[in-house]
Structures are given as structure tokens and as C-alpha cells.
């Protein structure tokens, strides 16, 4: 027995004008600086004032939201009292909204009560609409609730999660896209081609996730170079719209695996955009569950999704297949200018090497570190951090 | 022949055994918590078993069996009937969806429990370990 959750989703060009149609006057907008001066702010409120809705704006969202933050969005929340709760913005945006939405509904709970085995009721006071700028995180589909908690020093990001943290409806509209930079139109859309690989390995895969693993990466394939190349190509905008948020039901429902716990722990000790991290990760946590010597489960996966994807042929063994879905990674890595090692990005030796053994055990920690095909200790994730620094092949 | 699981030598060897398994010392090294199992009647189990686990910096400090009528605190309570432990001790069923399914259930720090997911998973790999009769 297992669970496919999916809010409900309006996609395509002009699907923001549905707002509309959803019942509810009061609505808490969740955003950033950025989402405002980047005039997206402008294109949900005309629609808003267009459908005689009233609205507050939360704009303190940071990158990586802090808990203070998102306490803070829930106080003004509750003294608000919203039929609403839109998120607008990145996955900090949503993850934020998220929270706060469960701590509007339960004022009663602690950020440290988000966790997958309580009932929350949630949608009495409010629903939540989600409303993605970037192609990437998939936040808009899955119940996770990334919150950066900095205590003594140390920065952690808590993966909360609960199955009720899904936003009520995701309206997936590509008009939000059409500014977003090469840079991050690249490193967002390889977070989601890490989260439809990891998800199609992850120990809780399913049918359906894998289904949705297929048809995103075959979008992405397809369209991330165009989208690259010309941000105003708007079929190929709406099509890497439609696969983070398919690539967000792959893995909202199967769970990321150990090269999300890497990109948290990377991204908390050297603030490193979590699509940059995790889509560098990728071919080198491929590489080590394919090179798994007690079972061939994740290269056979692999190889069998390398050939329905076009990338190896039918006649290829699994490790030949295996090695080329690798490679197609690398070269898209190539094609859209990530960078593939952490030298690359500039994080210096030292401070690496200081903070590796924490990086090590702080993996750990992470509920994605656990549902690999191949199992992790901190040493290996020490020593695939070490590799990754180094642009070094897998060889273990 | 095998021991049979929850009976007082099945413990003190699945003590020995998790001291010795390096990968929950290291997925557990900073855990503090003591924990107590009650397995309900269930298929051919036709009584409760309880066991207690003092869980301690990546080691078992103690352990044993616990009588019905004994009052016992612990900072944890993981329950669940015999057959979706069956399930869970042969790898059939995943501590954390058993969880979320109801199959089992859990009193304590939940938060706590999410960052130790991994140690969990050696709590049960260390019962492969052993050769254990079932019911
Ligand atoms: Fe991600």
C-alpha cells in the first residue's frame, strides 16, 4: 500500500486567470524582494484585483528561509485571517507558505511538529495555492518543507514534511518564467532532473512516480537547450514548466535520495543554490549506486530508462546503458554551462576540508540519505563529497 | 536453530549484535533515547511481547524483556501488531511508510526520530543480522 498526492494543477499559458474560479476573498500573498521587483507581483495582483479578491503581502521570504521567518509570516497570517494562502516565488516561497499555512491552521504547533506522522486537518481555515517563478523545485506538488534552523553556529536544513503539506492547487504558468536568467533557468531545471533520477531510484519508488520520471526527462531533454538559449521561446518555457512540475510529482511521491541530503548540507554550509548543488551531485550519486557490488538494482533501473529514453540502445548492456544516461547528463551539464565539480564553484580547498567531517555526518541526518538503492556511512559521503570537489569519477 | 524473536536471549543477542554493527554506530553516533517496542498478538503470535532498548551515542546500553503489568517510562514507544512487524524485520515493509500507513506507531520526539531516519534502518538491519524464529 502507498500514496500518489498531487495538488490540483492548472497549467499552460494564461492558466493564472483560474484564480478566479477558486473561492476565497481574503487571500496572504508569500513572496520575496526579488519576485516584487521583478514585477511578477504585479501580473498575480492584477489578476486578483481583476476578481475583486482583497490580499496582504508577506515579502521577507530569504533564500533558504530561516524558522524565524516563517514564524513571523504566521503571526501576521493569523491577524490577517485569509481564505488564501498564495505562495509566489521559488521553492522558498512555497516552502515558507507551507509552514506558515500549517501554523495559521494549528497556531497551536512548533515548527519541530512537521513531521509525517501527525494529523493536521489543514484547509479549514485556509486553502493554499502555489504558484512557481522558477522550473525546478517542484515545491508546488510535494509535502516537504525545507526550514534552515541556525543554532550554536551551526546551520541545518530541516526536512520537514507532512503528506497534508501539499498546496491545495498549483497553477503552473509559464508567463512567470519568461525573465528567469540562463544561469538559473539551468541549475533550477536540474534540480528537477535530479529529482526525477532520484526519485526513479529511491527505495519508495512506485508505478506512478516512475511514470511521471519518464516523461519529464524526456521534456527536458527536449526543450532545456531551447529554453537556455532563449528565454523568450515561450513553448519551450511552458514545457520546462510542465516537466519541474512533473519531475516534483516523480519525486514528491518516491522520495529524493542521497544527492538531495548532499545538496542540503552543501547549500547549508556555503550557500550554494540548491539546483547548482544537487544537478552537480547528480552523476556522481549515479555512479555510485550503478557501481553497487552486492546489487545491480539501480544500474538495471537505469539502463532500462538510459534506453527508453533514446540514450543507449536496446542491444547495450546495463552497464554500457547505465554509463551513457551518465554521460547525457554531463554533456547537458556541459550544453547549459553547470559547473560539474565544487573547485568549479569556486569553494575553497581549505574551508572544504575544515568543514568536510561535519558535511559527512550532517548528511545523516537527512531523511533523503536513507532511501537510496545503495546505502551511505559519513565516510562515503565524505569521500563523494571529495570527489565531487575534485571532478573525479565514481570508482568505488 | 534460530531464537525466537522478543524472547530474553533473542534481546541480549540482538544487544551484542547492534554493538557490533559499526554502520548504526556511525548513522547513530549523536542519538540519546531510550526506546520500548510492544509487538501485539497478531497471526500465530498469541501474546504481547514488550522489550525495552536504552539507545546511547551509537550504542545499546541496555536491554530486555519487559513484563506486561511493568510501568516503564521511555522517551519512545514503537508499537505495532506481529504481522506488519514480520513485514518490517524481513525488509518488506519500510519503518517510515508503516508509519505513515498506521501499520505501526510512535510516541516520543517525532522531529528527533526524522533526523535518525538512517538509524532506524540499522535497528532493523541489525535484526537480519541474526538468526531469529519467528511466530
Ligand atoms: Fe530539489
Known amino acids: 500500500m502507498w500514496f500518489f498526492d498531487s495538488p490540483k494543477i492548472i497549467f499552460g499559458e494564461d492558466s493564472l486567470s483560474h484564480l478566479e474560479q477558486i473561492v476565497g476573498k481574503k487571500c496572504f500573498i508569500v513572496t520575496d524582494p526579488g519576485i516584487i521587483k521583478a514585477k511578477l507581483l504585479d501580473i498575480l495582483t492584477d489578476v486578483l484585483k481583476e476578481a475583486e479578491k482583497e490580499w496582504k503581502i508577506f515579502n521577507e521570504v530569504e533564500s533558504d528561509p530561516k524558522e524565524e521567518t516563517i514564524l513571523k509570516g504566521a503571526k501576521i497570517c493569523q491577524e490577517y485571517e485569509p481564505d488564501l494562502i498564495i505562495a509566489l516565488g521559488g521553492g522558498s516561497a512555497i516552502d515558507a507558505a507551507k509552514g506558515i499555512w500549517i501554523l495559521y491552521e494549528r497556531p497551536e504547533l512548533q515548527i519541530d511538529d512537521m513531521h509525517p506522522f501527525i494529523k493536521l486537518g489543514l484547509g479549514t481555515k485556509a486553502k493554499m495555492i502555489a504558484i512557481p517563478t522558477t522550473s525546478g523545485t517542484g515545491a508546488e506538488t510535494t509535502w516537504a518543507i525545507v526550514i534552515t534552523r541556525i543554532s550554536d553556529g551551526i546551520t541545518t536544513k530541516l526536512e520537514q514534511a507532512n503528506r497534508e503539506a501539499i498546496p491545495t492547487y498549483a497553477i503552473i504558468d509559464p508567463i512567470f518564467t519568461k525573465d528567469l536568467p540562463p544561469k538559473l533557468t539551468a541549475a533550477t531545471a536540474f534540480d528537477a532532473l535530479a529529482h526525477l533520477l532520484e526519485g526513479l531510484i529511491s ?153 568536510l567531517e561535519l558535511m559527512g555526518n550532517q548528511c545523516l541526518e537527512s531523511a533523503s540519505a536513507t532511501m537510496s538503492p545503495r546505502s551511505a556511512t559519513s565516510d562515503v559521503f565524505m569521500r563523494v563529497f571529495q570527489y565531487a570537489y575534485d571532478g573525479k569519477d565514481i570508482d568505488f | 536453530m534460530g531464537l525466537k524473536f522478543g524472547t530474553a536471549e533473542w534481546i541480549k543477542v540482538y544487544i551484542e549484535t547492534l ?48 513484563g506486561l503489568d511493568e510501568k516503564l517510562e521511555t522517551a519512545f514507544v514503537f508499537s505495532g501488531k506481529w504481522g506488519n512487524f514480520h513485514k518490517l524485520i524481513q525488509k518488506k515493509l519500510d519503518p517510515i511508510q508503516g508509519l505513515m500507513q498506521g501499520k505501526f506507531a510512535l510516541k516520543g520526539d517525532m522531529g528527533k526520530v526524522m533526523r535518525a531516519v538512517r538509524a532506524a534502518q540499522e535497528l532493523v538491519n541489525t535484526i537480519l543480522m541474526i538468526d531469529t524464529e519467528v511466530y
Open chain 2, 19 to 66: 554493538n557490533k554493527n559499526k554502520d548504526y554506530e556511525d548513522a547513530a553516533k549523536t542519538w540519546e533515547g531510550d526506546f520500548l517496542f510492544i509487538i501485539t498478538p497478531d497471526g500465530n503470535l498469541d501474546h504481547e511481547i514488550r522489550f525495552y532498548v536504552d539507545l546511547w551515542h551509537g550504542k545499546a546500553r541496555s536491554g530486555r524483556a519487559v
Open chain 1, 203 to 355: 527505495d519508495w519508488r512506485n508505478d506512478f512516480s516512475d511514470g511521471m520520471s519518464l516523461k519529464a526527462m524526456d521534456l527536458i531533454r527536449t526543450y532545456l537547450v531551447r529554453a537556455y538559449n532563449d528565454g523568450h521561446d515561450m513553448e519551450a518555457r511552458e514545457k520546462i514548466h510542465n516537466a519541474a512540475t512533473i519531475a516534483g510529482l516523480a519525486f514528491g511521491n518516491s522520495q529524493a535520495i542521497m544527492g538531495h541530503a548532499m545538496g542540503h548540507v552543501l547549500g547549508a554550509n556555503f550557500h550554494i543554490h540548491h539546483g547548482m548543488a544537487v544537478g552537480l551531485f547528480l552523476p556522481y550519486i549515479l555512479q555510485y549506486c550503478i557501481n553497487d557490488p552486492d546489487k545491480n538494482e539501480a544500474k538495471q533501473i537505469l539502463s532500462k530508462f538510459s534506453k527508453m529514453q533514446g540514450i543507449a540502445l536496446w542491444a547495450d548492456s546495463d552497464d554500457v546503458a547505465a554509463q551513457k544516461l551518465v554521460q547525457e547528463i554531463k554533456n547537458m551539464q556541459e550544453q547549459v554551462h553547470m559547473a560539474k565539480s565544487l573547485k568549479e564553484l569556486g569553494i575553497k580547498k581549505e574551508e572544504f576540508e575544515e568543514k
